[in-house]
């Protein structure tokens, strides 16, 4: 398996312009997170899914962050627009159920600058 | 509300000692825990969980970590550090009781110096 995979795997991109980080979760797991991680506040939970529904977006900072799965197979996390203080790594993880025994697997994460 | 504490930012530790990542946990019932390890530019990666059993759960890379009750605690060790173990280590929770994501805590830099 490829395991969890993200592009881009880094991102330049202007202040007030769009940005869509996509993910490929591993085939068979029905759980999908979205983080984000500074050095200032650590790994942050966004979003999550259970079975493409989004279970809990209260971690997403504001309006401008939206996310979706619009299949077991491939999630966006899309800021419209983009400000410098969005600068950060996003990870996507998956996992195999929502029991609370599994853990997670990550991708390699996509390297944001807003610049 | 579950949360961890990971005490310390950076650890650092010669070759060859001894190491230990703390980690401290509160949740309202009894709690899975694990830890994760990020290389440089990397996911992060599953090293080890606690869901039942034996206090004292063994990983990979020789790692381990102990799970103590009465303190609240799931401390990861390695008898005898390699420079290649250098990274950030995470701490993770979730009750037991619930159906909620991993909360992880804010990390901990080990430097392994040879």
């Known amino acids: 398996d490829a395991g969890v995979i993200q592009s881009p795997r880094h991102e330049v991109t202007e202040m007030g312009q769009e940005v869509t980080l996509r993910c490929k979760p591993i085939s068979g797991h029905n759980s999908l997170f979205w983080y984000r991680q500074t050095m200032m506040r650590g790994l942050e939970l966004l979003i999550y899914?259970?079975?493409?529904?989004?279970?809990?977006d209260s971690g997403m900072p504001e309006d401008r962050f939206s996310a979706k799965m619009p299949n077991a197979s491939f999630s966006t996390l899309k800021i419209q627009p983009s400000e410098p203080r969005d600068s950060a790594v996003y990870f996507c993880?998956?996992?195999?159920?929502?029991?609370?025994?599994?853990?997670?697997?990550f991708g390699s994460g996509t390297r944001l600058t807003v610049v | 509300a579950q949360s961890v504490a990971q005490p310390e930012d950076q650890v650092n530790v010669a070759e060859g000692n001894p190491l230990t990542v703390k980690c401290t946990y509160s949740?309202?019932?009894?709690?899975?825990l694990f830890w994760y390890v990020q290389y440089p530019n990397r996911g992060l990666q599953f090293l080890l969980k606690?869901?039942?059993?034996?206090?004292l759960v063994k990983g990979s890379y020789g790692f381990e970590a102990e799970f103590n009750k009465s303190q609240t605690s799931f401390h990861l060790k390695k008898p005898s550090a390699l420079v290649s173990d250098s990274a950030l280590y995470f701490c993770?929770?979730?009750?037991?009781?619930?159906?909620?994501?991993?909360?992880f805590g804010k990390g901990t830099r080990l430097s392994v110096i040879a």
């Open positions: 899914f259970n079975n493409n529904v989004p279970i809990d």
């Open positions: 949740v309202s019932g009894n709690p899975y």
């Open positions: 993880a998956s996992s195999s159920r929502p029991a609370p025994n599994y853990g997670y697997t």
């Open positions: 993770a929770v979730r009750d037991i009781g619930g159906n909620t994501p991993l909360v």
């Open positions: 606690y869901i039942t059993g034996d206090n």
